[in-house]
């Protein structure tokens, strides 16, 4: 049995087991932080999407949720003008490597840049920094789903849920900076991949780059 903490987020005093992180404490709590990589059973964060930042009274600056463990008598900001600022920041930067089209994207009304959007009051639309053109073909070879790496926010959950859910390992990332993609190994296409089509990627994807046919 795990001890329970005591700690307050935005002023709500909640409960959470020692040794879990302040993300999930506040989400178990309906008290919503925007997220994108984060996996709950993963041995270690991720960290990459830079979406998840609070302020803790007593530290010096923000920081990321996702891994920072829960602490008896914390009390956390969701919300501040400096983390506001690093998550707009993070959000629009996204953006501009993010191939909009909602309106006929499959995960339309359930994709979390929507949420995030809507939840922050934010616009889901790039003005800020120079769109990344990336000129990259959906891979439509596998009769189940197909992967449009242009709507891909590179947040790696399918990535690690085809290695430890399915334990089978076809996705990767390649390349680094802004190249950096998710990929299969050599960049063959999905169908010539030993993918069991279990699905579990698409299940995991927070936008619409995985999606069942």
Known sequence: ????????????????????????????????IPHLCAVREAAEPAASCRLCFVEVEGYPRPVTSCTEPVKEGMAVRTRSPRVDRLVK?????????HHLDCARCPKNRACELQKIARERKLRLKNVRFPQLERNLPVDDSHPLFSFDPRKCVLCGRCVWACRERAGV?????AYRGSVRRVTTFAGVPLAQTNCNGCGECVKS???????LK
């Open 1 to 32: 049995m795990k001890k329970k903490i005591e700690l307050t987020i935005d002023e709500k005093t909640i409960l959470a087991d020692e040794g879990e992180k302040i993300l999930w404490a506040a989400l178990d709590n309906g008290i919503y």
């Open 89 to 97: 920041t993070a959000f629009e930067l996204l953006l501009s490597d």
């Open 169 to 173: 390992g076809v996705l990767g990332f």
């Open 205 to 211: 994807c927070p936008v619409g780059a995985l999606y």
